[in-house]
């Protein structure tokens, strides 16, 4: 029997194996053209304090990891105070299909909510089609207007989540 997927925060130990873990899978899918100068941004993203870096683990082994951004920290799909971007959501090949990626997400989007974020943005590549099909079955809808090229001929494409806050239990006293 497997081990049960758990999401929790990356201790900062891991964040050279966080690093591998993205570049690897992105690699992986062809995402991650020789080209690109993507890579470096892969390996360091938020481990410099200005993100939250989430980890997926099951028996001790790092199987994915996802990022949650605020701003002022957050990119070009962001465009107000109340909103945070979704970034570098990778799961390791071999953990694929597992659930690891719907969990990271799940656990992304609580982050955001306990945090006041009222919408959540993120960028993903045409060719991300599990990455896409996870996001629309998360709630996400398209947002083109937010489309952007960080390279001539290479858009990304935006999707978005309104999030409702959170509302605290209450027990009035009669």
Request: with cysteine; hydrophobic share 45%.
């Amino acid at each position: 029997m497997a081990e049960p997927v758990i999401v929790r925060d990356a201790e900062p130990a891991e964040f050279a194996a966080i690093g591998d873990l993205r570049v690897g899978a992105y690699a992986a899918g062809s995402f991650l053209a020789d080209s690109s100068n993507y890579g470096p941004t892969l390996r360091t993203l938020a481990t410099d304090g200005t993100g939250q870096i989430l980890a997926a683990e099951a028996g001790g082994q790092l199987l994915g990891t996802v990022t949650l951004q605020l701003p002022p920290h957050a990119g070009q799909v962001v465009r107000g105070p109340d909103e945070a971007e979704v970034r570098a959501l990778a799961v390791a090949p071999e953990a694929q299909g597992r659930g690891v990626g719907r969990a990271l997400l799940r656990a992304v989007i609580e982050r955001a909510r306990e945090l006041g974020v009222r919408h959540l943005a993120l960028c993903t590549q045409s060719g991300m089609d599990a990455a896409r099909h996870l996001y629309t079955s998360a709630g996400f809808e398209r947002l083109p207007d937010r489309d952007w090229s960080p390279a001539p001929g290479f858009t990304l494409l935006a999707y978005g989540l309104a999030l409702p806050p959170v509302v605290e239990d209450w027990a009035g006293e009669d």
